[in-house]
């Protein structure tokens, strides 16, 4: 058995608040196993680089997104047993010490049920800048800022010194109700050895599964000795931001061959998908995608 996540509307001019709480339930009712939010705050006109560092230009859904810590909130309140988390923020987006006290500000909220943080570098130059962020760090900058928030989690007086973060001694409140599962974004190399030294899970996006479980040993292989292995929550798109199509049914089977690997779960995203263009259109998606969690539940 695998658990079923799926990521909540959050981009494009569809998005509504009565859409959000209406899929967030209903998805709780249906026996999903987690929702998701992603992290990204402007859309660049002008655009440095590639997108993900594989398109010239970011899919226009990105022209509207909703702020995820705000939404996770909202969901909280509008929820009760369902997990919540991130997949993925930007740490470049964020400070460890405001983003650590809004995370458990949500996990109080969800009495708990915030349950996996998902973090990685980004590839933004404009939104690295707009937040006073040097994108050339963004790697170093991670390597402390993971630190920096298991820090402002922990036993107060809490207290961080590095080349990127200063904290002198303080309280820091509220704490989460328990630890925090972190979840690595990452994939390359120096990602990896990041993933292994740092986190607890890991999301490899849509890459084949053999190709998945090789590069997880190549994580697990660096894990310190005594440390439990790292996991895979695997994330698969019914369209993709290149626009390749999978079928509900192909989506499935995916997530069958995630549940036969012995991964954790997955995450299956469709705000992308080209025929959603209103609220009624996203929930007859979301009622389409049973088969899903009858792959992973059997």
Not at 192 to 203: I, K, S
């Amino acid at each position: 058995m695998a658990t079923v996540g799926l990521c909540l509307p959050q981009l494009g001019p569809a998005v509504d608040a009565g859409l959000v709480r209406e899929f967030a339930q209903t998805a709780e009712g249906m026996g999903f196993d987690h929702l998701w939010v992603q992290d990204h705050f402007l859309y660049a006109l002008t655009q440095a680089g590639e997108y993900g560092g594989s398109a010239t230009a970011q899919p226009e859904r990105y022209q509207s997104v909703w702020a995820p810590t705000e939404l996770l909130g909202a969901v909280a309140a509008w929820t009760s047993t369902i997990r919540l988390g991130t997949s993925v923020l930007v740490g470049g987006n964020h400070y460890p010490v405001q983003l650590a006290q809004r995370l458990a500000t949500v996990d109080r909220l969800a009495g708990g049920r915030l349950d996996a943080i998902g973090l990685s570098v980004g590839w933004s130059v404009e939104e690295h800048r707009a937040m006073g962020v040097d994108p050339r760090t963004r790697g170093k900058r991670m390597d402390e800022f993971v630190p920096a928030l298991r820090a402002c989690w922990g036993p107060d007086p809490v207290e961080h010194h590095g080349p990127f973060f200063d904290l002198d001694p303080c309280l820091m409140q509220p704490k989460p109700l328990s630890p925090f599962r972190l979840m690595s974004g990452m994939w390359s190399e120096a990602g990896l050895a990041r993933t292994a030294a740092q986190f607890d899970l890991w999301n490899p996006g849509s890459l084949p599964i053999p190709t998945v479980q090789q590069m997880l040993g190549t994580i697990n292989a660096q894990r310190a000795a005594g440390r439990a292995p790292v996991e895979v929550i695997y994330r698969v798109a019914l369209e993709s931001t290149a626009g390749k199509r999978m079928t509900v049914d192909e989506v499935a089977a995916r997530t069958a061959e995630v549940r036969d690997a012995g991964m954790e779960g997955v995450i299956v995203e469709t705000n992308f998908c080209s025929e959603i263009d209103s609220p009624a259109a996203w929930l007859a998606m979301l009622a389409s995608l049973k088969p899903v969690l009858d792959a992973a539940h059997s």
